[in-house]
């Protein structure tokens, strides 16, 4: 196992260096650069070329990547145009606000998916099943921006201000601005608050989708010969469903998380806007649109590195769910 | 290890993750700074900044108290560094809430004392003195003198800075031959004479030299004193900055009773909220005390909510549609004034800003000293007129199918180009486009991407574009030679091409009179000469909005800009924040 960790890391080397790469090459040549920004009538162009001269712009293409890969091995991924300081340090300020965000929406979309899909397959054609059909298409069918201003309508704008309820949620930012001010649980339970309706707005979405391969794969389980013959030696219903019937059908909806993790990076650009949450997807489309290279060339490793990891964690995660898959 | 076991293991695993993940961001405790991963400048300045104000008496009184919280989509870009920001937001940070600049503009647009106490220009204008307030100190307890000034100007006049507003000084004597520091108080420029030679110092906020002035130039754009640890000597003192998120700053208790003394707030927080539905949703939850530049129609939203108000303030930008006078369809003045006249700009105002705005003819402000109100129906909305213009210009319908044609038959096209994701920009071409239909021009609509925009019609040799929607800011200070001198043709935003003699040698003659009276009349003929060439269509000036919570009182903004009376907002005691 540890081999075969170890090879498929080797192996993700060169797939994150050519995505570094292609990143390098796409950015760069995009029109537009980081300088343009400060061009202004009044500015002079000297001044503008003396900014280019300041981050690097004036020397060849080439030499530029050649100096950037150099660097980006050794660790240093270069400072930030638009935010003056070393890349390193800015992502290590913005990455973790998003892995908090789509750690929670990745265990609230797989928990409540699995749930919802185990109730429906158990109750296969009641009114039950054919409710929650009708709600997890009409969630899975939302487009997650839409659904996320739909949730701070209800949970912070109604909520507080029309139905005046005593539990509404914030429709942004991560902690308030009182939150330096709080106790330590009352500093954690914040930013719980905060984190309930992007996280919601994320793994609604997701949570559909599982629910629909769950429900497929519970179903075909739960007719197979070896449930009956649970049944059969008279072991309670409910030990049947969980014990023997959702870990088999869990198999080919683990697969699904590898699918996932990169929805879920993309989504996030999306719901970090709405949400006002300072995450890697805004960070992204900021630099991207301030031509802050090396952030988006940072950022782009980032994300690479994040599906490989996340695409190993999930084939690992089959092998431990399906016994009969070993690797060596 | 089986299926059902194996997840059940990683879960617990998963939540403490999260949870270790939560805890870590744990702040720390009440009036503590994180100091944890900050540059090691910051480790060293901060903590003075803190020794200083603990010693520092706190101001009483039944005002002082509370925290006020503003919203707006961006971050500060380059922070408080005076010395490489361009960002708006970052540059009313530096003047009115962190550092301060030698003097401000007060209502009427007129200086006013700030950190000089006074000044005097020589009668050949070619010497400006200013004597520095003495009681003037650093957050961190230095005083402000002027070596600080002398040290602001060098660097913000040295290329390798890459100050973008370097053209403030280029009237200026360059370099150290240009400024003498006659005492620690007294700090002397030397110059020749032009117009408003006091404007930079109303704009340019000045660095604590003893914290930068080892900092070689062209380092100062990356230095962490921007957006890490900046120390100002303004009315709050800089707290903390979450990239991204938000930005705190705290009352100076230090801040100099002349002045109006220490500002009511205890605490003024800035937050970045990038989608403008968020914030006008959190201004009417009251988790946002400001919100700044709503939407024209969420305007409507803000003044009905009780609890709120809506402010309406002029700004120093205009919107326009830039003309490439070398296209051969273009290059005729009558054309682009026809073009002018066969659009109706109020009617445009109206639809795309709601009426929040006034309708502009040239790039001078209505607030300016120089405006010229005569121009004002110098090219109404006039379709007839429009047509005779163009048929005396040589374009007629030839061939009957409703777009008129040169001798040669070519027919007068247009395309025009805006921003991709500027709602108001498309609304301005599209609607442009439909009015000049009209007249018997064919128009059409292309969107780019912002920086792609830009590349094509400031670089000198491709300008492929005919009319551009754009918006400028100007200065207080109007200087149009980069957009309209002839000279500057070939240069950036010399988008429009005009060559114009006569336009020429006003622009050149206003920057060079010191005497407001002598200038008006050029002001007036300059506004008047704008208005026959037509480089641009110029629509309008828009209005400023902001929603901003009753409960926060002595909030005025006006042309100077949002943050102009930070250090007068309070909050009556019974309406401040749970703590």
């Known amino acids: 196992m540890v081999g075969y960790i170890v090879r498929r890391l080797l192996a993700a080397i060169p797939l994150v260096l050519g995505v570094a790469t292609i990143v390098f090459f796409v950015v760069n040549l995009a029109p537009g650069d980081p300088a343009s920004i400060y061009s202004a009538p009044g500015v002079s162009p000297q001044a503008v070329e003396q900014m280019r001269q300041n981050m690097g712009l004036d020397r060849p293409i080439h030499e530029r990547y050649v100096r ?30 998003t892995l908090i965000l789509s750690a929670s929406a990745l265990l609230l979309a797989f928990g409540a998916g699995i749930l919802i899909g185990v109730v429906q397959a158990v109750r296969q054609n009641t009114f039950t099943d054919g409710a929650l059909s009708v709600g997890t298409l009409f969630f899975y069918s939302m487009p997650s921006f839409w659904l996320a201003l739909m949730l701070i309508l209800i949970f912070s704008l109604y909520a507080r201000n029309v139905w005046g309820w005593p539990l509404w949620l914030p429709a942004s930012g991560m902690v308030s601005v009182d939150h330096n001010a709080m106790g330590p649980w009352e500093q954690v339970l914040d930013r719980l608050r905060h984190l309930v309706l992007p996280s919601a707005s994320l793994a609604l979405v997701l949570a559909a989708g599982v629910a629909r391969y769950m429900r497929g794969s519970m179903l075909e389980v739960i007719r197979q010969d070896y449930i009956r013959t649970a049944r059969a030696k008279g072991l309670p219903e409910r030990t049947v469903i969980l014990k023997h019937a959702v870990r088999n059908a869990l198999i080919p909806v683990v697969t699904l998380l590898g699918l996932y993790l990169p929805v879920l990076f993309s989504g996030t650009v999306v719901i970090e806007t709405v949400f006002a949450w300072p995450g890697m997807g805004k960070l992204m489309v900021d630099s991207i649109f301030q031509r802050d290279y090396p952030v988006v060339m940072a950022g ?26 070993r690797y060596e | 290890m089986t299926g059902v076991e194996a997840v059940r293991r990683c879960l617990p695993a998963l939540w403490l993750v999260l949870a270790v993940g939560l805890a870590g961001c744990t702040d720390p405790p009440p009036g503590e700074r994180a100091l944890r991963g900050l540059p090691e400048f910051c480790q060293e300045v901060l903590p003075r900044v803190d020794a200083h104000l603990a010693g520092l008496q706190q101001p009483s009184g039944e005002r002082y108290g509370g925290t006020a919280v503003v919203g707006w989509v961006g971050e500060l870009v380059d922070g408080m560094n005076a010395l490489v920001s361009a960002d708006h937001g970052a540059a009313q940070h530096q003047t009115f809430v962190n550092l301060m600049t030698l003097i401000q503009f007060d209502e009427a647009l007129e200086p006013r004392p700030y950190l000089a106490r006074e000044w005097e220009l020589s009668d050949d204008a070619t010497r400006l003195t200013f004597h520095l307030r003495d009681d003037v100190r650093w957050h961190d307890g230095e005083p402000t003198t002027a070596h600080d000034v002398a040290f602001t100007y060098l660097r913000a006049t040295d290329p390798a800075t890459a100050f973008p507003n370097a053209a403030f000084w280029e009237r200026y004597v360059a370099g150290e031959e240009g400024v003498e520091v006659l005492d620690d108080h007294t700090v002397r420029f030397h110059l020749e004479p032009h117009a408003e030679p006091l404007d930079p110092w109303r704009a340019l906020a000045i660095m604590p030299r003893h914290l930068l002035g080892d900092v070689p130039p062209a380092e100062l754009g990356d230095h962490p004193f921007g957006t890490r640890c900046p ?29 109006g003394g220490p ?11 990038p989608e403008e539905i968020t914030l006008l949703t959190e201004l009417l939850t009251e988790n946002l005390d400001l919100v700044l530049t709503p939407s024209p129609d969420q305007a409507a939203r803000i003044a009905e909510a009780e609890h709120l108000e809506l402010l309406a303030f002029p700004f120093r930008s205009y919107l326009f549609v830039g003309w490439n006078a070398r296209r051969p369809q273009l290059a005729d003045a009558r054309v682009r004034r026809a073009l002018t006249r066969a659009t109706n700009r109020r009617q445009v105002l109206d639809a795309v800003l709601q009426g929040y705005g006034q309708v502009a003819n040239a790039g001078v402000p209505p607030f300016h000293w120089g405006y010229h109100s005569g121009i004002e129906d110098a090219l109404p909305y006039d379709p007839e007129g429009a047509r005779a213009l163009l048929t005396e210009a040589g374009w007629v319908d030839r061939s009957g199918d409703g777009i008129r044609q040169n001798v040669d038959g070519e027919p007068l096209e247009i395309t025009l180009t805006y921003n991709t994701g500027n709602q108001q920009r498309r609304d301005v071409a599209e609607i442009m486009q439909a009015q000049l239909r009209e007249v018997g021009v064919a128009v059409q609509t292309q969107a780019l991407e912002w920086a792609a925009l830009v590349e094509r019609v400031t670089t000198p040799g491709d300008r492929n574009f005919d009319g551009v929607v754009m918006s400028w800011v100007t200065e207080f200070k109007v200087d149009d030679r980069d957009l309209l001198h002839s000279d500057n043709a070939d240069q950036p935003y010399g988008w429009a091409g005009v060559r114009s003699p006569g336009l020429d040698a006003l622009l050149d003659t206003l920057q060079v009179m010191v005497d407001r009276e002598e200038a008006l009349p050029y002001w007036h003929r300059y506004q008047e000469r704008v208005v026959e060439e037509q480089p641009y269509t110029y629509f309008f000036f828009p209005e400023r909005l902001a929603g901003v919570n009753r409960r926060v009182q002595g909030v005025e903004m006006d042309a100077r800009g949002e943050w102009v009376s930070i250090a007068d907002w309070w909050i009556p005691a019974e309406s401040r924040r749970g703590r």
């Open chain 1, 68 to 97: 950037w890969m150099g660097a980006m091995l050794q660790g240093d991924f270069g400072i930030s145009f638009s935010r003056n300081q070393p890349v390193r340090d800015v992502i290590a300020q913005i990455l973790p606000n």
């Open chain 1, 300 to 325: 782009a490793f980032v994300f690479a590195v994040m599906v490989v990891v996340g695409n190993l964690v999930a084939d690992l995660l089959y092998a431990a769910v399906d016994p009969r898959i």
């Open chain 2, 231 to 259: 120390v100002g000597n303004g009315p709050f003192v800089f707290h903390e900055h979450r990239p991204d998120a938000s930005w705190s700053f705290v009352r100076n208790p230090d801040f100099p009773e002349a002045l």
């Open chain 2, 263 to 273: 500002p009511y707030l205890d605490r003024y927080v800035y937050r970045i909220v």
